[in-house]
């Protein structure tokens, strides 16, 4: 992905929004902004990611900050690089309501060689801090 000045482009973001995986389509995830250092997306919280009663499964809340994880690490690789999750913590705060968007915001604590370690902080609409996710993305380097 190029950059003008570190920041992607509209059509980047498209781009990132296009070449987005199988499982963040079905999530419904959109990508607002992308830097190397940070990412910010949304989530609608459907019906069909829920508990009872109607607020978002945890494992739901967990798999958007690990998607946005991961692509903050994508956007840090070289050619030919890859990346998978080898941990990540969850602080769940506070519920999601079915109907609501959720935000989340994926910070850089770490870019390194072979680790990247990344903090995501979810809120509502209205800024209320949902849950804290704190993962480390593994670089796996493009094989001979």
Not at 40 to 46: C, F, G, L, Q
Not at 102 to 125: D, F, L, P, Y
């Amino acid at each position: 992905m190029a950059y003008d000045d570190g920041v992607p482009t509209m059509d980047k973001l498209a781009e990132m929004q296009e070449t987005a995986s199988p499982f963040c389509k079905l999530l419904g995830i959109k990508f607002l902004s992308a830097t190397p250092e940070r990412v910010i997306a949304e989530m609608t919280v459907r019906a069909d990611m829920c508990t009872e009663p109607a607020i978002l499964h945890g494992g739901a809340m967990m798999s958007f900050a690990d998607t946005l994880g991961a692509n903050a690490t994508v956007l840090n690789l070289t050619q030919g690089n890859w990346t998978t999750t080898i941990e990540s913590k969850t602080n769940f705060l506070a519920p999601a309501p079915v109907g609501s968007k959720v935000i989340g915001e994926c910070s850089a604590i770490h870019r390194g060689k072979r680790t990247m370690v990344w903090q995501t902080r979810i809120s509502n609409q209205q800024g209320r801090l949902l849950a804290i996710v704190t993962q480390t993305q593994m670089v796996l380097e493009k094989r001979g």
